[in-house]
């Protein structure tokens, strides 16, 4: 199998990938709603926790997690009224709350409907695809696996923390398991086809690593991933059903982690469903940025990667 390096400029500056979150939230009494801009800070960062304390705030609640090193916007819910307009500066991080209005609950992941993202692509990435592979990405994964396989072999903790590891371990069973699908997808896609259009490759970004499917045949390739619609794999935990295919792959996975079901049943995990691949809405290209929507769960930088492989192939 071929591996390539990915080296493409992807957040230079936080002005290279800026996140909108696309959201709706029903009126109410309960709850305050505000828009939080940041830059070079993660959504639940202690910068913006602890100053949130400080005002007196007791229960801060988001649809998800944004990047870090990024430009983001989201939506966040607070028990306090903290003022209409607040904003911090502090050693290049920055963030901003803007006040929308009241909410009835507490913001959860339920909300979301998805991202749009603006990505400098540095005069590359000329070529787009409908669909992109679902994998997690680094912002998940990195060190964080390690922490997340040994938390779970220990009694189980309602620590956020450590529910947050081990979900980082779920999510790198979840892409070993993908990598595997898509490896026999492609073979059966050249096998029905009688030509090799598609080879897997790995393309390599740190600690972290993904495999694509490659081609010069983009309209092969759009075909592919097409295909690949429909298809759900389990991120493990203890109530999700295995298909005889999937469940080897997944006992074998586990086996060599140490781990088994048993230790995601004492951690009460139920886990999951995720599809294998989304689709890709909005595209456009403006002379600095390339502009897409993802659905709630999607990384953006997995299908910049996608695209970055089809100018390297």
């Known amino acids: 199998m071929e591996t390539l390096n990915f080296d493409f400029p ?6 290279d990938f800026i996140v909108q979150e696309v959201a709706s939230y029903p009126e109410g009494e309960n709850f305050f709603l ?24 007791r229960d801060f609640g988001y649809a ?8 983001t916007s989201q939506h966040i819910s607070l028990d306090k009224f903290v003022g209409n307009k607040l904003i911090h500066r502090r050693l290049g991080k920055y963030f901003a709350l803007l006040y929308l209005g009241k909410i009835p609950f507490k913001l959860r992941t339920g909300f979301l409907k998805g991202n749009r993202f603006f990505i400098n692509h540095h005069n590359r990435l ?19 696996v390690a922490r997340g396989r040994r938390f779970l072999k ?11 590891w081990i979900n980082s371990y779920q999510s790198f069973i979840w892409n070993l398991t993908a990598f595997e699908v898509v490896k026999r997808k492609i073979e059966e896609f050249n096998k029905r086809r009688g030509l090799n259009l598609l080879k897997p490759c ?29 298809i759900k794999i389990p991120l493990v935990g203890y109530k999700v059903k295995f298909s005889p295919e999937i469940g080897s792959i997944v006992e074998n996975l586990l086996q ?44 953006a930088t997995v299908y910049i990667k996608q695209l970055w492989l089809l100018e390297k192939v």
């Open 256 to 299: 060599r982690g140490g781990v088994s079901l048993e230790d995601f049943k004492r951690w009460r995990l139920k886990g999951d469903y995720r599809p294998l691949v989304v689709e890709v809405k909005e595209l456009k290209r403006y002379p600095r940025s390339l502009r897409f929507f993802l659905p709630k769960g999607a990384f």
């Open 34 to 57: 505000y828009k939080l801009i940041k830059r070079n800070l993660n959504t639940n960062d202690p910068y913006i926790v602890g100053y949130l304390k400080s005002l007196g705030v």
């Open 202 to 230: 790995k393309v390599v970004d740190g600690r972290v690593y993904h495999i694509f499917p490659c081609s010069r045949d983009k309209t092969a390739l759009e075909k592919f991933l097409q295909g690949l619609k429909g």
């Open 64 to 71: 998800g997690l944004k990047d870090r090193y990024a430009l």
């Open 126 to 144: 000329f070529t787009t695809l409908g669909y992109s592979l679902n994998y997690y990405d680094s912002q998940r994964l990195s060190k964080n």
């Open 10 to 15: 992807l957040k230079v500056s936080p002005f």
């Open 154 to 164: 220990q009694e189980p903790s309602k620590k956020w923390e450590k529910i947050f």
